[in-house]
């Protein structure tokens, strides 16, 4: 299928002068950053200066302002920090910022022979662009606070091993679902042994709808085309996909918003094709449990899409949550809890939605006959 990833790209090291280099008083500002980690405390990036900082007028207040840049591809390439909240980030802008102020100087060269933290970041404050080891620069910018004369600048360079996914793996992971829910998609349409042409357009309009082009442009609009009538061409060869493992890997990378939605697009497919056939409605309960959907979210997704009588086989459980390891008492109150929910639609101004209700209550009275004793 079509894809267009980034391209990971190996990490570079960078010689961290401002940490190793003995101090040598100049005219410049020196920076660095350490990681603090106390027991039981959370761990904070110390942002660190030493060296000389030259004014030329009286500035009763100083603020200093702190960015960041991800230069882990190199400074040529650097990708934006983007700060966690409005509270840490540039106005009008996402990146990363930090201001705070310093205090008074006078008007001339102050000089810090040690080094002095002039702040203290949360790492949680930050939203990097990838997990791992991410080479981070950080750049200091001292001026007055009413006067935004810039009377010092530093940049620094830190290596932080991010836990978390950084803004592109999360966008990859979504455009990756997504193209996996296509396939999950034509395997649904394919269940019975044929795909029907009106899913296929059904498939391709959702595709067209969701999957993100590399660019605008009429080329990449119809490289999607491509693979997607590839993907049906090669279906249609008789190749199969292993959905189970199609499933795992959305489970594992996607949202549970978006496991949701995978699953509800499925059940509009199998819908659109008319009677639900045992093969296909074994296939959507097999993929709502692979994808680890909420059961309560699958019965309502269910209920809303499907109705019993559509489908060749009348599933209790994926349609009420009876489960089989409920006794008989167990399950006449859940029968109720949904009795009550679909008797009070059976007046609704929809005659769709009526429809639907009196449906249901012939299947929660089937079920009733059936399993309560």
Known sequence: MYFEKIRSRFLQKFRLGSFTQPFVPSSALDSSVEL????????????KIRGSIHSSVDLPRTSVQITAADITDGTENPLPVRGSSKQWQLPDSLRFCFVTELGTLPASITTLADWTTIAQIDPLWLQLPRSGKRTLQFSISISGFDNPVEVASSDCVFIYDSPSP???DLHENIERSKILTVTLAFT???????????EIEMIKKWARRNIDPVDDSDKAKKQIERALNKTISLLRSGNTVNAEKVCLEIAKIASPALRSDT????LQLARSGGTVSRTKLSLLKNIAGWLEVDKNIVITLVQKILTPDICEVQDEQFFLGVRPDMDSEETRL??????????SRVTNFDPQIRRQAAGMLRFIAQTRNLLVK
């Open 188 to 198: 649904v349409s394919g269940a019975d042994g044929s795909l029907s042409g009106c």
């Open 36 to 47: 603090k980690e106390e027991k039981g405390q959370t761990p904070l990036l110390a942002i």
């Open 334 to 343: 859940l029968l109720n809890e949904q009795y009550k929910k679909w008797s």
């Open 263 to 266: 699953l509800e697009f499925c």
């Open 166 to 168: 950084g803004f592109i």
